[in-house]
């Protein structure tokens, strides 16, 4: 059911007051409108600078004066809507609470509604029990197709649609805005502008980052569990997957020590399946306000939701929502816990979520069984066979053309325990040794840079051990094959 069958029902139902958040209230007004021309309701329009402003003869009614403008709602008989604008800000108020408190016992006899308008989610307890929330998802595919259409009517249908494919998790003022500069600059729509201008909206948002990657699988040394169970999936959000009836894959879970390449196999994925890559701070979700982390993490799975397609990638998830009572922060980690948890469970997009974690026993076991994820994979410190390939992925980087000169199963017999970021900075200390002697790195030069290091496995074997014999119990796969 979409948003205007939504507002619909609520509407005949005779929900009394509904509140919806939106940036788009241009938009919504339009959808509204609509709404109410089809169930045959006037509609009045209200905001605190010019009070009421749809009727000629109540124009300027409850400027600067919130309480009369729910006091007019009283003097109007027949089937109406009253659209409150930016009307979050003063709910607060115990004036305000209590005569919309009235107002919803009156209204409930009345083909009447009042909508109020606002930016985010942000409702006192006081007037929970009163309210009905409603979500005004950003525009689909067919309202941004249409929209593209207007400004270029004559671009090809594939050209269209990879516009509108472009413009996903875009509003439609922002759509326009880009649009626009793209005709007035070069005459017609402009691929890389929607995209930098997507890239701007998701900076906005201070919660998701857009990444541009070019990792291949093909940069990541051995894991080979972990790449087989990656290319079956290649092709899972493909067109011909849906007409196969094939769900779109959840979401994977990387759990190891740091440096063994679970970040490095995010950036792989959506490259490899050429998706986007979008990145969660899940710090940036968590705010002061009452009320306000819990809308932001709202705010994150539409706008991801509405991008879909794409990789949505949580760095050290471990960190963010560790095992805790909620007694600390009055509750606020438990309530956006439970709601990142709701949506994995019941998520039906194709959004598919790489977590990664370094401190397993610090989560929360719902977050660690099935349904969650698809998958959750160990990734350990390289095998012998694995830090030859690594080496050889890092020194291809470096000199590709003098690979043959480094003797690549000495270096990976010597340096047991190294793991795959450790492997690179022997090979960038050996650089500095080369450099400063004005000759190039060698084998040699290699070795004693890595004698001096201290790898992580030395410190953090008593993690190691306890996810080696998590991996030996069965309850999660090894993304490396036994050496």
Known sequence: MDFADNLSLLLRSRYPVIYISTYEEERLEQAIADTAKHLGRSIYLWDFVEGYTANPTDAGFGKRNPL??????????QPALFVL???????EDVAIARKLKNLH????????????LATQINIPSALQEILTVLEFPLPLPPILRAEIQKFAPTLSPTDIEEL?????????ERLRRVLTRAIAQQGTPDLDLILEEKKQTIRQTQILDFFATNTTIADIGGLDNLKDWLKLRGGAFSAKARRYGLPYPKGLMLVGIQGTGKSLTAKAIAHEWHLPLLRLDVGRLFAGLVGESEARTRQMI??????????????????AFPITDGRGDGGTTNRVFATFLTWMAEKTSSVFVVATANNVRSLPPELLRKGRFDEIFFVGLPNQTEREEILTVHLNKYRPHNLRNYDLGRLAYETPDFSGAELEQAIIEAMHIGFSQNRDFTTEDILVSASQIVPLARTAQTEIEFLQNWVSSGKIRSASRPF
């Open 68 to 77: 009369q403008a729910l006091e007019f709602v009283d003097k109007i008989s």
């Open 85 to 91: 604008r930016d009307f979050d800000r003063f709910l």
């Open 105 to 116: 016992r009156r209204l409930r006899e009345l083909p009447q509604n009042i909508i109020l």
């Open 164 to 172: 509108v494919s472009a413009s996903q998790g875009l509003s439609l």
């Open 302 to 319: 539409q706008i991801t939701e509405a991008l879909a397609p794409c990789v949505l990638w949580i760095d050290e998830i471990d960190k």
